[in-house]
């Protein structure tokens, strides 16, 4: 475990307060859960990514799109 510092607006700082008091943890417990769901969000975002981009692009269709005269023949 690490000690960090930070700087909140008033409001902001008074809010985490109430919120943590509510939910009977303290605020750097709150922060320190919240920065951790946000670390494994991204962690899973990239793992996705990089796996959507491990495959090569493939064409949509394989026939070309109609011209606009026979899109739009009757």
């Known amino acids: 475990m690490r000690n960090v510092t930070i ?22 417990r709150m922060l ?8 494994r969000a991204e962690e899973q975002y990239s793992l996705a990514m990089e796996s959507y981009l491990f495959f090569p692009p493939m064409p949509l269709t394989l026939q ?9 023949e009757r």
């Not at 320190?32 to 946000?38: I, M, N, S, T, W």
């Not at 070309?64 to 739009?72: E, K, L």
Request: hydrophobic fraction near 40%.
């Open 32 to 39: 320190g859960e919240l920065l951790a769901e946000k670390m």
């Open 64 to 72: 070309p799109y109609p011209n606009r005269d026979a899109a739009h």
């Open 7 to 28: 700087t909140l607006e008033d409001e902001t700082a008074n809010w985490a307060r109430v919120w943590s008091a509510a939910h009977q943890t303290s605020v750097s």
